[in-house]
């Protein structure tokens, strides 16, 4: 997707003004090229030249009045002060300059009006004076220019207004649709944390959105910094899951999310890698109801599934399979309840130790891709373990807001990656330790800059990433800071794939014959701590792939499937079952005309009626014995009300709002309060 290039005349001051020959045009001759060469220099020139012409008619005309001396005079003065007045947004240099210009043209123009122009020391004045003042404003424009490509402060009036007085633009580069300033700021003056804070008066200067400027400081010096202006979104449309990046391929290469604004791959690494000085990944996925956390989470899933050394553990006790329902089949377990998330929990404690102990005896500082493959002495490989707990809230809420330290210090040494999934980190949901020791976030659209200071460190906050900003206006907008990614990476916009159910299904049969099991050494000790819990967990089955065969429906159904018997397709048996392809149809006998299907007109539904009929639905839910509802039991007759999910969810805000339903601790549920009688 490529755009008309924008243009950025506020901030790239180039050699402005100066008339770029075509040196193919040879028309004018050399008087024309020199011409057009001189032109910039000219406008001082003609000034102090019409000054002189015209103050022989002043002369003549006003040299005798008094009262012409008076309003001369006052006319000096008058736009002396004018020039000073309007020069308040330029440089002082500038203003300075003008002014002094200003009153030595007029106050000579009122002296030759008055005494005449060749009065005393009047023309050697003016032959001094007004070529000295001329020839300072060539100086002043030839000093405008840098030939090695290097911008002054010219132009700096915009800086100057946004707070970053006497800031240097030394150098542009303008893509597409994306521009980048490199910044000389004055020493001692100004710091990159000068540039941060001015960016959003920067963005409203540009006309820009506020993450649409980004402030990357220079590692070796704190006087410069790189301004980074992306103008258009070009997430807008989003961009579908275009398929396995590494089909068939180890955990240790880089899972594909999304993709960044000016194209770039979104992706992040699991395992780690001591020859590229990364860590293994421990990762806090955070973004407010809406802004397509989960969507984003299940998409890096997706990714994981189709790689053949990696076991993934997942859990969900507030949405149990509504979020996780397509990927069941390729998870090794899936705890969908609280007993069985504690039981997990549990679990991973201990098969902590005993991984690490296994990696110790062959060899392993850190897990790598060699060890998922069969060892020298013929023991089976220890695949990388990624514990996944999606809307996290509700574990700590149910367990111990510290219940994920422990595991977040040690895990990364045993080849397991925690990933911990929720709407906002705060000290209320999660302990500051837990957050410190996961170290990597993915963060989407949030409610404001306090919950963006839980999940993003204050390098990408001070570059300028602002998710509050998204709100859920913006699903699956995000930020990656993460082991691996650079930081110039951190405050940049990206988007996740929008992955369709179909594509997770077909991941999830097309990749399970290469899929890893779960190991000896992780199972014993998983089997150890919690028993049935992990040796009976439920193994959900694998969907069937489509064939050639199946209608356009659904999924083929192999348990339904007609029973092809034998038989012998020869042309020469007369039997009943045989039909030559090649033989020509019978005539038609007879025309049967079957009519279209009657389907209903769809009727709009007006805002009060919708209303009315939500209302209806809340009693009938009451009436049939439910205590909880949510936004999912009402869509299940939307085509009653013919209205979508956010129409739904604000009507059930309403409901709240007027104590026909509470908040439950479960994400998305409401109970039910009973109606209470009218008294007579």
């Known amino acids: 997707m490529r755009r008309q290039q924008p243009q950025f005349a506020q901030l790239d001051t180039g050699q402005a003004g100066y008339l770029h020959l075509d040196p193919n045009q040879h028309a004018g001759g050399v008087g024309e090229y020199l011409l057009h060469r001189m032109k910039p220099y000219l406008p001082p020139w003609i000034v102090a030249a019409g000054t002189g012409i015209l103050s022989g008619p002043a002369n003549a005309m006003w040299g005798e009045s008094a009262a012409a001396a008076v309003g001369l005079t006052l006319a000096s003065l008058g736009l002396t002060a004018a020039t000073w007045w309007a020069g308040r947004p330029t440089s002082q240099q500038r203003r300075l300059h003008s002014a002094i210009t200003v009153a030595a043209g007029t106050s000579w123009f009122t002296a030759a009006t008055l005494a005449g122009p060749l009065a005393g020391p009047l023309p050697g004045l003016y032959l001094i004076g007004g070529t000295a003042l001329a020839a300072t404003w060539n100086i002043r424009q030839l000093l405008r220019v840098n030939p090695e490509g290097a911008v002054n402060d010219g132009d700096k009036g915009l800086l100057e207004k946004v707070g970053l007085a006497r800031t240097l633009v030394t150098s542009a580069k303008v893509q597409p649709n994306k521009a980048e300033f490199e910044l000389q700021l004055p020493g001692g003056e100004l710091t990159p944390d000068d540039v941060s804070k001015a960016l959003p008066r920067l963005a409203g200067a540009l006309k820009v959105a506020r993450n649409a400027l980004r402030m990357t400081p220079e590692a070796d010096d704190s006087s410069r910094a790189t301004l980074t202006v992306v103008p258009h979104d070009l997430l807008k449309a989003g961009v579908p899951y275009p398929g396995p990046s590494h089909p068939g391929g180890s955990i ?49 899933l997706t990714e994981v599934i189709t790689r053949r050394d990696a076991i993934v553990w997942a859990s969900d006790p507030a949405k149990a399979e509504q979020t996780l329902g397509p990927l069941l089949p390729a998870l090794d377990w899936a705890a969908l309840t609280v007993d069985d998330t504690k039981a997990m929990i549990t679990a991973l404690r201990a098969v902590i130790p005993a991984r690490t102990s296994w990696l110790a005896k062959y060899g392993y500082k850190q897990w790598e891709a060699a060890c998922a493959e069969v060892q020298a002495d013929g023991s089976p490989g220890m695949p990388y373990l990624i514990a996944w707990f999606e809307e996290a809230a509700k574990t700590i809420r149910e367990t111990d807001d510290d219940v994920f330290t422990g595991i977040a210090q040690e895990a990364r040494s045993a080849g397991i990656t925690l990933v911990v999934s929720l709407q906002r980190a705060s000290h209320t949901q999660m302990s500051t330790d837990t957050r410190a020791s996961l170290g990597s976030s993915w963060v989407f659209g949030l409610r404001d800059d306090r919950d963006a200071g839980f999940a993003l460190p204050d390098e990408a906050l001070d570059a300028g990433a602002s998710p509050q900003s998204w709100k859920d206006k913006k699903p699956g907008y995000s930020y990656l800071v993460a082991n691996g990614i650079p930081e110039t990476f951190w405050a940049t916009p990206g988007r996740a794939y929008l992955t369709p159910v179909d594509a997770m299904t077909w991941a999830v049969a097309e990749f399970a014959h290469l899929r890893a099991q779960c190991d000896p050494v992780t199972a014993k000790a998983a089997a150890t701590a919690v028993g049935p819990a992990f040796t009976q967990r439920t193994r959900h089955p694998l969907p069937a792939l489509p064939t050639e065969d199946d209608d356009e429906d659904g999924i083929y159904d192999q348990e339904n499937a007609p029973v092809h018997h034998d038989y012998d397709p020869d042309p020469a048996d007369d039997g009943d079952g045989w039909i030559d392809p090649d033989a020509e149809l019978p005539p038609v006998e007879q025309v049967v005309e079957i009519a279209p299907p009657e389907i209903p007109p769809r009727t709009k539904v007006g805002k009060n009626e919708a209303k009315k009929i939500m209302t209806e639905l809340l009693d009938d839910f009451e009436a049939a014995g439910r205590t909880e509802v949510g936004p999912a039991d009402f869509m299940e007759y939307c085509d009653r009300f013919h209205r979508g999910r956010s129409w739904v969810s604000g009507q059930v805000s309403e409901m709240v709002d007027a104590g026909r339903l509470r908040e439950t601790d479960e994400v998305g549920r409401y109970a039910i309060v009973p109606l209470q009688p009218v008294a007579a």
Request: proline share 6%.
């Open 252 to 300: 240790a290469d880089p899972i594909h999310t999304g993709i960044y604004e000016d194209g770039a791959d979104m992706a992040m690494f699991f395992p780690g890698d001591p020859a590229a000085h990364r860590n293994a990944l421990h990762l806090l996925i955070m973004g407010m109801t809406g802004s397509g956390k989960s969507e984003g989470g299940l998409t890096a």
